[in-house]
């Protein structure tokens, strides 16, 4: 049971260059998230999706896609990076929103030159 | 909408010492209240929550949160820290009926002096 993982877990683009990070989860939960860290700032959700086939925008959403065609899987991208997508990225789980725990992958650290 | 304050960035304190960081919260309402802690390099784990009841709330770790309405509040305390607590604790909070989104203080960075 690995829960939550992210691919890849540090990457440098340049800026234009576009490119996908991956979420993978193995505890079947209906809930997924992205959120982006930056220093000072906490967390800040940039999309979500409550079940497969769905996703929604949070409070950061330009400037990224979302996509959820596997129930396991959560994908984000970047089609056109940008300095200000410098950032670490978080992937989370749960399994009925945030009235369960949210479990938390280990980050990508993304580098936009 | 709802925002969480957390007006400490950094705080140190001493091993074996009792800890208590500061989280405030704006919501109309009776708001889901959560604390996650975050180790270096690594994500967020739950420390605890509050969504209704006793006001007191024990999470893991020895961690315990108490909620104040009266003061919009939700500080987490521990009775002696211990090294290994050093880390970013998060305040979070989400509005009662919000299922889905959650908002996160900006993080208090917590050192342990040996």
């Known amino acids: 049971n690995a829960g939550v993982t992210q691919t890849p877990k540090f990457r440098v683009l340049k800026t234009g260059q576009s490119m996908t990070l991956l979420c993978a989860q193995d505890?079947?939960?209906?809930?997924m998230y992205w959120y982006r860290q930056d220093p000072g700032m906490g967390l800040r959700l940039i999309h979500y999706?409550?079940?497969?086939?769905?996703?929604a925008k949070g409070e950061v959403p330009d400037g990224y896609n979302v996509s959820r065609l596997k129930k396991q899987n959560f994908l984000l991208g970047l089609e056109s990076a940008a300095p200000s997508q410098t950032s670490v990225y978080f992937c989370?789980?749960?399994?009925?929103?945030?009235?369960?725990?949210?479990?938390f992958g280990p980050g990508t650290r993304l580098l936009v030159l | 909408a709802q925002s969480v304050t957390q007006p400490d960035i950094h705080i140190t304190v001493s091993e074996g010492a009792s800890l208590e960081l500061r989280c405030n919260y704006s919501?109309?309402?009776?708001?889901?209240l959560f604390w996650y802690v975050q180790s270096p390099g690594q994500g967020l784990q739950l420390l605890l929550k509050y969504f209704s009841g006793d006001t007191l709330v024990q999470g893991i770790k020895g961690f315990e949160a108490e909620f104040k309405r009266s003061q919009s509040s939700f500080n987490l305390r521990k009775p002696s820290v211990h090294w290994s607590d050093a880390a970013e604790y998060f305040c979070?909070?989400?509005?009662?009926?919000?299922?889905?989104?959650?908002?996160f203080g900006s993080g208090t960075r917590l050192s342990i002096r040996p």
């Open positions: 505890m079947n939960h209906e809930y």
């Open positions: 999706s409550v079940g497969e086939g769905t996703t």
């Open positions: 989370a789980s749960s399994g009925r929103g945030v009235l369960e725990t949210q479990y």
């Open positions: 919501y109309g309402a009776t708001p889901y």
């Open positions: 979070a909070v989400a509005a009662m009926g919000s299922a889905s989104k959650i908002i």
